[in-house]
């Protein structure tokens, strides 16, 4: 289930404007981390993590960590912060930050 290019600018877009939800630090990722993360995709299916590690190849390391755990898919890496993508086919339309944000496409 690879992403298109429209796609990931779509997500781009509305991942702009968000705020991370998940925050992973030198401990690692540990069961809560997974926790959390699993529930926050399947919340809002697209989510900013924060990789708050000094080294680029840590984090990248790290952030693949997180992607093969979750299911999910990385849209963007820009730095610290990581845009991740995973489809709930039973999202919340209140909560799902793509049925949100799915018109406005960074266009206010």
Known sequence: MSLSQAQK???RSI?????????VSENGVSEGVLAELDRALA?????KVKLALPERDDRAAMLEELLAASGAERVQT????ALLYRRNPQANPKLSNVKRFEN????H
């Open 78 to 81: 820009i730095g610290k912060m």
């Open 15 to 23: 991942g702009h404007h968000l705020s991370p939800v998940v925050t």
């Open 104 to 107: 406005h496409h960074g266009r």
């Open 43 to 47: 919340d809002h299916e697209l989510i």
């Open 9 to 11: 600018k779509a997500f």
